[in-house]
Every structure is written in C-alpha cells, then in structure tokens.
C-alpha cells in the first residue's frame, strides 16, 4: 500500500544530505501522485542547494587548505570596536581540518537565530576556542586598537593547543608576534576559520550586552549592543552615561 502524502512530506522533512535527498528522489521517482512529484522536486532543489553550498565552503577553505602540512590554523576575529558601550570582544577558533559547518560565514550576514545556531555547532566541532575582551575602562585608557589586540592576545591565550598560524581578519596583531600570522582582508566572508572566530566573539558579545540591559535599563542595550543608535543617543542625553559607557566615545553627547 502507498505511503500517504502526510508522510511522504514527513519523511522529506527529516533529510538533509545530499545522499538522503538522492534515495529520496529514487524512492518516489515512479509515484505519479502530484503531490509526490513535488516533493521529489523539491528534493532535487534541495539537492542543488547543497552542492551549491558545498562549493561554497570550499572555497571558504583555501587559505586553511594552502597549508596541508599545518594541523593547528587559528582564525581570528573580533566585534565590538564601533560601539559606545561596553567591551571589545574577539575569539580565536581552530577547527579541524575536515570541518563541514553548513551556512557559517561572516557573522554580520547572518540572521540572530542563524549566529545562535552556528555558534553551537562550532563549539561542537571545534578543537579548541578562546575568547578574550577588553573593558571599556581599558578602551578609554589605551585607545580601542590597542584594546582590540589585547582581547586578540587573550583569546589566543586561552586556546588548549598552540596554534601554527594565525589568520586574521584585515590586521596584523603586534603582541602575537610569536606566531606566525595571515592577515587577510575581509577574511570573515573569505575564511572559515574566520567566519568562525567571527560568530563566537559576536554571540558571546550579544548575551553580555543582553545581560547588561537588564543591569542598566533605560539605554536598550539587548537591541542596539552598545552601538550608536539614535535611541541610544537620546538615552546617554537624557540619563547621562552608565558605568559601561566609553568616556572616549561620547564626548560629544555630554
């Protein structure tokens, strides 16, 4: 007895590999139902959108894949050097070298629900992530590169192996001089090992301003992050700076 359609459709929303979407179609391929030559067509959709996909993250790969002998490549990445408030985040991520995490990219052409998602994955996957920060004090106090290089230092300082290179997004980083480094413009959206880095530091970054909303309400910081928004302009205007403001920043709005 045929399957119903309910479950045919069921069946085709537990798949997500190309060789499960190609048995998919060859279970069906026969069954003239049109609801069922929909769901196979959707099926071969589905396909295509993988192989696509697949392409992509090789790609995303070349600059790991350029080192065949390496088996420790370190993607760096920081968020959080625009904002008026609170600290500069960035993350360190090596992955393995057979890595395949499906959608990752730069974290800023990703939805929320997406980067939350990802972030989970990479921690999965990862061999080793370190995360590292930088206040708003010591932004004030040594300029936001400077602070941005030193939250780069910290990450790399809490990896749990020693990495044999460093790719870097657009920088080169003076206190990691030790290690060899890849400075690569762009290489949030060019590096999976970037991208990665990328994810973790602005998921992380996230939360904590989530939780300093409810700690200093009033500056709507689980939905602007810190950044300068108009309503947060307003804020610092009517309410005067909180303790997470950076000084430095917003000279000109006190």
């Known amino acids: 007895m045929a ?8 069946e085709l929303s537990q798949l997500n590999s190309v060789p499960e979407y190609e048995a998919f179609c060859d279970k069906y391929l026969e069954d003239d139902r049109q609801g069922v030559v ?3 067509t959707q ?9 696509t996909e697949y392409k992509r993250l090789e790609e995303m790969r070349r600059y790991e894949n350029a080192h065949p002998d390496l088996s420790y490549i370190c993607g760096i990445d920081e968020v959080g050097r625009g904002p008026l408030a609170g600290p500069v985040y960035a993350a360190a991520v090596i992955l393995p070298k057979d890595a395949r995490i499906l959608y990752i990219n730069d ?3 990703l939805s929320e629900k997406r980067r939350e998602e990802l972030y989970l994955e990479i921690m999965d996957k990862a061999i080793s992530v ?25 990450a790399v300082s809490k990896l749990s192996v020693t990495p044999e290179l460093l ?4 920088v080169h980083i003076p206190q990691l001089e030790r290690f060899k480094q890849e400075s690569i413009i762009k290489g949030d959206a060019k590096s999976m090992s970037i991208a990665a880095a990328s994810i973790i ?5 996230d939360h904590l301003m989530a939780e300093l909303d409810e700690k ?3 500056y709507n910081f689980a939905s602007n992050k810190g950044y300068g928004s108009q309503d947060h302009i307003e804020a610092i205007k009517k309410l005067g700076p909180c303790p997470i403001h950076r000084r430095s920043f917003i000279k000109n709005f006190i």
């Open 3 to 10: 399957s119903k359609i309910g479950e045919i459709k069921a």
């Open 38 to 40: 929909n769901l196979v």
């Open 43 to 51: 099926a071969k959709k589905k396909i295509n959108a993988l192989e």
């Open 107 to 109: 974290s800023k052409k």
């Open 130 to 154: 370190g995360v590292g920060f930088s206040t708003c004090e010591r932004i004030d106090e040594i300029n936001i590169l400077q602070a941005t290089y030193e939250a780069m230092d910290m």
């Open 167 to 170: 790719l870097v997004d657009a």
């Open 201 to 205: 530091a602005k998921v992380t970054r």
């Open 216 to 218: 200093y309400p009033g």
